[in-house]
């Protein structure tokens, strides 16, 4: 029986959860959330039962080493990425997790199709793979800055009107194999509004300690800020599915987005049954006779 606290941290994810894009606006998810909650013992309470939890579930996804999970995290500059990934994840074996953080792509990756540097990095069967930023920046990043699309080398005859929807359709089959073969996918989109991101860019420049997190080219995307919403509106509607949903999450509060992402992977761990393997009756005689000579 799952307690209060279980259900609780569970049920915060359910109303950020998108699994079809009809209909799908951004407008219609609130950035400044909070569930009705505030910040208090109880919100910190309920963040360390989600970390233990989803501890205690990675330790018998590792165990039955048949699924793996996949985190993907998008967001703007500023959301809150890192810090979520650091405060939801603190309670994971590091051997049973791995974080791949997706930056401009290498002359390597750059002959090679979109998809490729990101099936290198996928997780192990019992093992947490998390993107920071992932494939989705080509539908994203690529499409905001033409350049970068020119970088790809791809032959100028398979560059038209529908290369966005072409790649929301490899992306789709990509994620349906995944899967098929026993991997989880779930995508976090953290929806920051522009007011919050403004204050967490004064934040780096006035605090010492945080002068390193802000660069030049942070101010050049916000000017783009638009452009961006709108590429991540239409590429979230072409890839929500049940099997790989998105889940907008609300981010201008940082101790309501790492509940709603703890929520949601708990969810989907308690879903996939996980147990530790059987001992088999040879099995529980050798461990018998182990103990004898130890003893």
Not at 37 to 57: F, M, N, P, W
Not at 175 to 203: C, D, M, W
Not at 252 to 268: E, M, N, S
Request: glycine residues 4%; aromatic residues 10%.
């Amino acid at each position: 029986m799952k307690d209060k606290l279980h259900r609780t941290v569970v049920d915060l994810a359910k109303p950020y959860r998108v699994t079809s894009g009809k209909k799908f606006a951004l407008k219609d998810f609130a950035t400044d959330a909070d569930g009705g909650l505030r910040k208090d013992d109880r919100t910190d309470e309920l963040l360390a039962q989600g970390v233990q939890l989803i501890s205690d579930l990675q330790e018998r996804l590792y165990a039955d080493d048949q699924w793996s999970l996949l985190l993907i995290f998008q967001a703007m500059d500023a959301a809150g990425k890192d810090g979520t990934i650091k405060h939801v994840m603190s309670g994971i074996n590091p051997a049973g997790c791995q974080v791949t953080s997706f930056k401009q792509p290498s002359s390597l990756e750059l002959d090679h199709d979109f998809l490729w540097r990101s099936n290198v990095a996928l997780p192990q069967r019992g093992r947490i793979g998390i993107f920071n930023r992932s494939y989705y920046e080509e539908t994203l990043v690529v499409r905001v800055h033409p350049p970068v699309l020119k970088a790809e080398k791809i032959p100028p005859a398979l560059i038209g009107k529908d290369l966005w929807q072409d790649r929301f359709e490899d992306i789709n089959a990509f994620e349906r194999h995944l899967v098929r073969n026993g991997t989880v996918i779930l995508k976090f989109f953290l929806h920051l509004s522009k007011g919050e991101q403004k204050k967490r860019f004064l934040a780096r420049l006035d605090e010492p300690t945080k002068n390193w997190k802000f660069s030049a080219a942070d101010l050049k995307e916000r000017k783009l800020w638009d452009d961006y919403q709108t590429a991540y509106e239409e590429t979230i509607a072409a890839t929500a599915t049940p099997h790989a949903p998105w889940y907008i999450v609300p981010a201008d509060h940082k101790w309501y987005t790492r509940l709603v992402v703890a929520g949601a992977v708990v969810q989907v761990l308690d879903e996939l049954d996980l147990k530790f393997p059987k001992v088999s009756r040879e099995q529980r005689k050798a461990l018998r006779e182990a103990r004898r000579q130890l003893l």
